[in-house]
DNA sequence: ACCCAGGGTCATA
DNA sequence: TATGACCATGGG
């Protein structure tokens, strides 16, 4: 990791952004709903997790007290589109009864973001990533949520050598935006929407971030 | 037919 | 710490 590495997250973020506009996340009507979401989308196109939201929703399931009371087999075909459904199903069982016994929403708003983080990790089935989208989407804190699609660009822009983990890279980015929370907000959005357009040479190209198949490099011109 | 998608857990070394 | 198996649907 150089010294560099700032100047690239953030121009990187510049170039993002011009290029797509601002993101409005997360997609959802309420911090509960983000919650849902959050373990919904894990290692799944959110296309499918739309179909299994509007499942819960036309099933009046997306309030904690009714998605508590369905069976798990019957919450588990209610969210079959999302794919992995019967982990899921007992995923999202304990992230809502974690949610209903911290009093929800009105309580835990007013907890401090790293008691917050180390409660919501100790969720089983909740790792990371899913935790962290929830501190961000749901509870509006500064914390940047790494994915897949980070590591990808990260790479690309040349500040990773392949073995950085996840709360390195984390602190990294959360640093390089001045630990601004709708920069956190939109730079992980941003990642999302160019997703598969950050190039993944196999192997990596040693030229790189200026391989010519490379979307990225394409729209950020001197990158 | 294959690969991938906005991961996490568990067993094993 | 670090791999690999497993979970499963839907789209390209």
């Known amino acids: 990791m150089t010294r560099r590495t700032r100047p690239h997250i953030r121009h990187a973020y510049r ?125 509006h804190r500064p914390v940047f949520v790494v994915d897949a699609y980070t590591r990808r660009l990260y790479h690309r822009l040349g500040v990773m050598d392949g073995n950085e983990g996840y709360e390195s890279l984390r602190r990294l980015t959360e640093e390089a935006l001045s630990e601004s929370m709708p920069d956190m907000n939109e730079l992980h959005a941003l990642i999302v929407a160019h997703g598969k357009d950050i190039c993944r040479p196999r192997p990596l190209c040693s030229q790189c971030p200026l391989c010519a198949d490379c979307a990225y490099a394409n729209l950020a011109g001197d990158l």
Not at 34 to 49: R, Y
Not at 111 to 116: D, F
Not at 120 to 126: F, K, M, N, Q, W
């Open 15 to 139: 170039t993002l952004r011009a290029y797509h506009g601002p993101q409005y996340w997360w997609p959802a009507e309420t911090p509960f709903e983000v919650m849902v979401g959050a373990v919904l989308v894990q290692n799944t196109a959110w296309k499918n997790v739309e179909r299994a939201i509007a499942n819960l929703r036309e099933a009046k399931a997306l309030e904690a007290h009714a998605l508590l009371a369905l069976p798990e087999t019957s919450l588990a075909q209610l969210i079959r589109p999302a794919g992995y459904f019967n982990v899921k199903a007992k995923r999202l069982r304990h992230l809502v009864e974690w949610y209903r016994e911290q009093g929800g929403m009105d309580r835990l708003k007013y907890r401090a973001t790293a008691s917050l983080r180390e409660s919501l990790l100790a969720i089983h089935g909740v790792g990371r990533e899913t935790a962290d989208d929830i501190l961000l989407y749901a509870f």
